[in-house]
Antibody, heavy 119, light 108 residues
Framework: QVQLVQSGAEVKKPGASVKVSCKAS????????MHWVRQAPGQGLEWMGI????????SYAQKFQGRVTMTRDTSTSTVYMELSSLRSEDTAVYYC????????????WGQGTMVTVSS | SYVLTQPPSVSVAPGQTARITCGGN??????VHWYQQKPGQAPVLVVY???DRPSGIPERFSGSNSGNTATLTISRVEAGDEADYYC???????????FGTGTKVTVL
């Protein structure tokens, strides 16, 4: 079945970086865009950016420009999201989610990865 | 940037109808998608392109979109519908995906 499986929870200190993975299975990896969405505790959903697994091109939300990097490995059908210069406000659950080339709704989501930033 | 506004909460009795609004400037010109999120779980797409349902989503979930307001309607509400609901659009002017502020639906 179609699924996105993310890496496990992380605890980081302020100023550090975190890299979260999202492994896709059950569909053609390069046929769908992949996004990252985060949710701080008790808060709403926030879109971070998109990567096209086919060519690797990316587009990031203005808020995260310069701090986020999204990459992919087509040999393992995995996308990665690295966030640098972490601060306490980055404590959140990070989700990967896919969209099709013709529909900009997120139809499949990963299970989420909790990232805690604490000294 | 484009802003989507939802009521923080909606309460409804079992068997009744819940309506959740999503306000945005000329939102009727955009495709609106809706997600259900239960505590500790990832969001689930329940309506896409204003009013279409993914396979497996009950017909009780429906949507509409016109002018400055999109609406998610849940008919014959059940206890299992208690969750947070988010609207979402793609904003072409910023090339960003935008989520609404979220609405907590409580089944009385």
């Amino acid at each position: 079945q179609v699924q996105l499986v993310q890496s496990g929870a992380e605890v980081k200190k302020p100023g550090a970086s975190v890299k979260v993975s999202c492994k896709a299975s059950g569909y053609t990896f390069t046929s769908y865009y992949m996004h990252w969405v985060r949710q701080a505790p008790g808060q709403g959903l926030e879109w971070m950016g998109i990567i096209n697994p086919s060519g690797g091109s990316t587009s990031y939300a203005q808020k995260f420009q310069g701090r986020v990097t999204m990459t992919r490995d087509t040999s393992t059908s995995t996308v990665y999201m690295e966030l640098s210069s972490l601060r306490s406000e980055d404590t959140a659950v990070y989700y990967c989610a896919r969209t099709t080339r013709s529909l900009d709704a997120f139809d499949i989501w990963g299970q989420g990865t909790m990232v805690t930033v604490s000294s | 940037s484009y802003v989507l506004t939802q009521p923080p909460s909606v309460s409804v009795a079992p068997g009744q109808t819940a309506r959740i609004t999503c306000g945005g400037n000329n939102i009727g010109s955009k495709s609106v998608h809706w997600y259900q999120q239960k505590p500790g779980q990832a969001p689930v797409l329940v309506v896409y392109d204003d009013s279409d349902r993914p396979s497996g989503i009950p017909e009780r979930f429906s949507g509409s979109n016109s002018g400055n307001t999109a609406t998610l309607t849940i008919s014959r509400v059940e206890a299992g519908d208690e969750a947070d609901y988010y609207c979402q659009v793609w904003d072409s002017s910023s090339d960003h995906h935008v989520f609404g502020t979220g609405t907590k639906v409580t089944v009385l």
